[in-house]
């Protein structure tokens, strides 16, 4: 197997510029081979003290670590994986597999323990030592102890936590130092459960170390140094770290070191559909492919990835679709957006497996299966891959997957479990107009139909492209509306049926909508109302009608709906007549004082003291009065207190209302100067 180039070399060695010791001390590079299963199971093999004499006797990989497993947004019945990876090690490397087992399950001595277990008593909370300069002395000495340790305390369930406390606390050349030393064993630490803790730490802490040092300084020569032999070793057993629950996170935070980016915390499963939704609402354009020119070590991050792709050329076609080593690969898509040619070339080596041939003779995607695409888009793991290949295409690369995979069968794919997905990365993504025309075309007319095979979430980011586009908002109304309540008596039930839109789509009575109130909002329904509202008047005029037609009793239960507040929020704050504005204003009379003690409620109170006439202005706070002491004791209390003036209200009215009439004058002055929309700066 031919080698990807080195673009730099340190050495056969490296001597570590300053060792803590005074000394100079030499750290062999010759990289361990990894121990793993002979065949690929959804955890990986890898050894530490608690598994290992499991796997000694053959009883399979160890159950620890489920905090780390990575979890979706998404849930889906697991697909066999195809191509199974079968061990290539060699018989001449049991010795060296058997001398790592030993070294791993040595267990640390009782001075040890007790020496890290004070550490932790004296840095951990509460702890005696608090002064900056004193901890930092207390870290560099607890690190020096760990020579000739690393591995075994990194691995150690209780150790591997005081070691994380003290790379927060140390010198960023500690760290580094920690780093040479263990650089030799760190896919060993990457894999174990307790390990990877630790690495992701000192990871991180040198990432912080970087952003603020010289390039021509000791730490980053020493930071450069020992990330070259990690990086190197890492790549030599790049397919068992890709595949182990915790391999693939030390592995992202490295490539994202390398790249001087910052990685999206994977641990909060709601993450990513907050994010989609996020996008979905605001006026942003989709993220720009600019490369970052901040990369912290550019020559290492294409010597790693160069190298994770040649050591992982063979089994891409089944690694693409693995649930640890996917994120691995979109990882090292999104630390290369930006520079074209490489992402292509990366993608080309993705779909193609070609390495890059295609590319090299200016054509895109010339041998790719369509079959293996939409394998991949069907599959649940490998779809979130191909949502990030959509997202960091350059332009022409993405013209030509729309017309390879997607034109004409848009539909299709967007009613799929997974591939929908996939059809929303690809409308957020859009790059020009006429491919917004294009899907519409296409989906425009299927609204009813993809409502009810619960993919209203394509609906959503076909809204919001139309939005962002301005193209065919009329027609996205109508169509929308059409498939909410097609029996088209009234347009009564549109808001209703939206919030609860779960209830419609289950097949309950939406005219008995009252009655699905006493529970939550659906989250989708109301992101797509605050597209729908966010839309010219001349579009929304049916879903304003529905609005301002509900009950007063229906719009304070939507007020205190973490998602039903939205929708009035942005209602308020839309180009809809003034009249109708007051109306919800005044529907909710009586009830600002409940609602500014309200989490939720708050928000909407403050907005509509903005869009509310004189009169109503006083009678909020005539009620916001009543409640000025509860209002002190919530978090957002005396902000409201202060953006309204109650101060000034209650000393004199008369004074408080000459404010605000001077107030709304200026700033009508202001707008008609501006174009800024009358309320939303007072």
Same mark, same amino acid.
């Given at each position: 197997m031919k080698k990807a180039a080195v673009y730099f070399d340190f050495g056969e060695s490296f001597v570590f510029a300053m060792p803590l010791n005074g000394k100079a001390k030499a750290a062999p590079c010759q990289p361990r081979k990894i121990l793993h299963s002979s065949t690929r199971t959804g955890r990986d093999a890898c050894v530490d003290a608690l598994g290992l004499e499991q796997l000694q006797n053959g009883q399979g990989d160890h159950e620890e670590g489920k905090s780390r497993k990575r979890k979706h947004g998404r849930k889906e019945p697991s697909r066999k994986l195809g191509k199974k990876y079968e061990t290539s090690r060699r018989s001449e490397d049991v010795a060296e597999k058997s001398a790592c087992r030993s070294q791993i399950s040595r267990k640390l001595d009782t001075e040890t323990m007790q020496y890290f277990a004070e550490i932790s008593s004296l840095l951990g909370e509460g702890g005696a030592v608090t002064d900056p300069e004193e901890r930092a002395i207390l870290c560099a000495n607890a690190l020096e102890e760990t020579v000739g340790k690393e591995l075994q305390l990194a691995c150690d369930r209780s150790c591997s936590r005081v070691l994380e406390s003290l790379f927060l606390s140390a010198d960023a050349i500690h760290v580094a130092s920690f780093l040479h030393r263990s650089s030799s064993d760190f896919p060993y630490i990457a894999m174990d459960s307790s390990g990877s803790h630790v690495a992701e730490a000192a990871l991180k802490s040198s990432a912080v170390a970087v952003r603020n040092c010289d390039t021509g300084g000791v730490l980053y020569k020493t930071l450069k140094q020992a990330l070259f032999v990690i990086c190197q070793n890492m790549a030599k057993s790049?397919?068992?770290?890709?595949?182990?629950?915790?391999?693939?996170?030390?592995?992202?935070?490295?490539?994202?070191?390398?790249?001087?980016?910052?990685?999206?915390?994977?641990?909060?499963?709601?993450?990513?559909?907050?994010?989609?939704?996020?996008?979905?609402?605001?006026?942003?354009?989709?993220?720009?492919?600019?490369?970052?020119?901040?990369?912290?070590?550019?020559?290492?991050?294409?010597?790693?990835?160069?190298?994770?792709?040649?050591?992982?050329?063979?089994?891409?076609?089944?690694?693409?679709?693995?649930?640890?080593?996917?994120?691995?690969?979109?990882?090292?898509?999104?630390?290369?957006?930006?520079?074209?040619?490489?992402?292509?070339?990366?993608?080309?080596?993705?779909?193609?497996?070609?390495?890059?041939?295609?590319?090299?003779?200016?054509?895109?995607?010339?041998?790719?299966?369509?079959?293996?695409?939409?394998?991949?888009?069907?599959?649940?793991?490998?779809?979130?891959?191909?949502?990030?290949?959509?997202?960091?295409?350059?332009?022409?690369?993405?013209?030509?997957?729309?017309?390879?995979?997607?034109?004409?069968?848009?539909?299709?794919?967007?009613?799929?479990?997974?591939?929908?997905?996939?059809?929303?990365?690809?409308?957020? !993504?859009?790059?020009?107009?006429? $491919?917004?025309?294009? &899907?519409?075309?296409? /989906?425009?007319? #299927? +609204?009813?139909? =993809?409502?009810?095979?619960?993919?209203?979430?394509?609906?959503?980011?076909?809204?919001?492209?139309?939005?962002?586009?301005?193209?065919?908002?009329?027609?996205?109304?109508?169509?929308?509306?059409?498939?909410?309540?097609?029996?088209?008596?009234?347009?009564?039930?549109?808001?209703?049926?939206?919030?609860?839109?779960?209830?419609?789509?289950?097949?309950?009575?939406?005219?008995?909508?009252?009655?699905?109130?006493?529970?939550?909002?659906?989250?989708?329904?109301?992101?797509?109302?605050?597209?729908?509202?966010?839309?010219?008047?001349?579009?929304?005029?049916?879903?304003?009608?529905?609005?301002?037609?509900?009950?007063?009793?229906?719009?304070?239960?939507?007020?205190?709906?973490?998602?039903?507040?939205?929708?009035?929020?942005?209602?308020?704050? !839309?180009?809809?007549?003034?009249? $109708?504005?007051?109306? &919800?204003?005044?529907? /909710?009379?009586? #009830? +600002?004082?409940? =609602?500014?003690?309200?989490?939720?409620?708050?928000?909407?109170?403050?907005?509509c003291f903005s869009v509310a006439g004189s009169s109503l202005k006083e009678a909020i706070m005539s009620e916001i009065v009543a409640v000025q002491s509860d209002l002190l004791k919530t978090k957002h209390g005396p902000y409201l207190l202060k953006r309204f003036d109650v101060t000034g209200f209650v000393k004199s009215p008369v004074q408080w209302r000459r404010r605000l009439t001077s107030k709304h004058g200026t700033w009508k002055e202001f707008s008609e100067i501006f174009g800024t929309k009358l309320g939303s700066g007072i």
């Amino acid at each position: 197997m031919k080698k990807a180039a080195v673009y730099f070399d340190f050495g056969e060695s490296f001597v570590f510029a300053m060792p803590l010791n005074g000394k100079a001390k030499a750290a062999p590079c010759q990289p361990r081979k990894i121990l793993h299963s002979s065949t690929r199971t959804g955890r990986d093999a890898c050894v530490d003290a608690l598994g290992l004499e499991q796997l000694q006797n053959g009883q399979g990989d160890h159950e620890e670590g489920k905090s780390r497993k990575r979890k979706h947004g998404r849930k889906e019945p697991s697909r066999k994986l195809g191509k199974k990876y079968e061990t290539s090690r060699r018989s001449e490397d049991v010795a060296e597999k058997s001398a790592c087992r030993s070294q791993i399950s040595r267990k640390l001595d009782t001075e040890t323990m007790q020496y890290f277990a004070e550490i932790s008593s004296l840095l951990g909370e509460g702890g005696a030592v608090t002064d900056p300069e004193e901890r930092a002395i207390l870290c560099a000495n607890a690190l020096e102890e760990t020579v000739g340790k690393e591995l075994q305390l990194a691995c150690d369930r209780s150790c591997s936590r005081v070691l994380e406390s003290l790379f927060l606390s140390a010198d960023a050349i500690h760290v580094a130092s920690f780093l040479h030393r263990s650089s030799s064993d760190f896919p060993y630490i990457a894999m174990d459960s307790s390990g990877s803790h630790v690495a992701e730490a000192a990871l991180k802490s040198s990432a912080v170390a970087v952003r603020n040092c010289d390039t021509g300084g000791v730490l980053y020569k020493t930071l450069k140094q020992a990330l070259f032999v990690i990086c190197q070793n890492m790549a030599k057993s790049a397919v068992d770290v890709m595949c182990s629950c915790y391999g693939s996170h030390v592995l992202r935070c490295l490539l994202a070191v390398c790249s001087g980016t910052v990685l999206e915390s994977p641990s909060d499963n709601k993450r990513g559909l907050a994010s989609r939704l996020v996008r979905l609402t605001s006026k942003a354009p989709a993220p720009q492919n600019v490369e970052s020119k901040d990369t912290a070590f550019p020559d290492l991050l294409d010597f790693l990835v160069n190298r994770l792709l040649e050591e992982c050329k063979e089994s891409l076609v089944w690694l693409r679709m693995d649930p640890f080593a996917g994120p691995v690969l979109q990882t090292i898509l999104k630390v290369r957006r930006g520079n074209d040619k490489a992402v292509t070339c990366l993608i080309s080596i993705l779909l193609e497996g070609d390495n890059g041939i295609a590319f090299e003779e200016g054509k895109y995607l010339e041998f790719v299966s369509n079959e293996e695409v939409m394998e991949l888009m069907f599959n649940s793991n490998g779809s979130h891959l191909m949502e990030v290949i959509l997202e960091v295409a350059p332009d022409a690369l993405y013209m030509k997957m729309f017309e390879s995979f997607f034109c004409h069968n848009i539909l299709d794919l967007s009613i799929h479990p997974s591939a929908n997905f996939v059809v929303q990365s690809l409308i957020m !993504s859009a790059r020009h107009q006429e $491919q917004v025309v294009m &899907i519409f075309e296409e /989906l425009g007319a #299927n +609204f009813l139909s =993809l409502i009810k095979n619960r993919r209203s979430g394509v609906v959503a980011s076909l809204l919001a492209a139309c939005d962002r586009f301005a193209i065919h908002r009329l027609e996205a109304c109508q169509s929308l509306a059409h498939a909410i309540y097609p029996e088209a008596i009234s347009s009564a039930c549109l808001v209703p049926r939206m919030l609860f839109l779960e209830n419609y789509v289950n097949g309950e009575d939406s005219k008995c909508w009252n009655t699905a109130l006493g529970k939550e909002m659906s989250v989708l329904g109301c992101t797509i109302l605050e597209l729908i509202f966010s839309y010219p008047k001349e579009c929304n005029k049916q879903f304003r009608s529905s609005l301002a037609s509900m009950e007063a009793n229906d719009t304070l239960k939507m007020v205190k709906d973490a998602r039903g507040s939205h929708v009035i929020e942005r209602f308020l704050s !839309s180009s809809a007549p003034h009249k $109708q504005k007051q109306r &919800i204003v005044s529907r /909710l009379k009586g #009830n +600002f004082a409940e =609602l500014s003690t309200n989490t939720f409620g708050s928000f909407t109170v403050e907005k509509c003291f903005s869009v509310a006439g004189s009169s109503l202005k006083e009678a909020i706070m005539s009620e916001i009065v009543a409640v000025q002491s509860d209002l002190l004791k919530t978090k957002h209390g005396p902000y409201l207190l202060k953006r309204f003036d109650v101060t000034g209200f209650v000393k004199s009215p008369v004074q408080w209302r000459r404010r605000l009439t001077s107030k709304h004058g200026t700033w009508k002055e202001f707008s008609e100067i501006f174009g800024t929309k009358l309320g939303s700066g007072i």
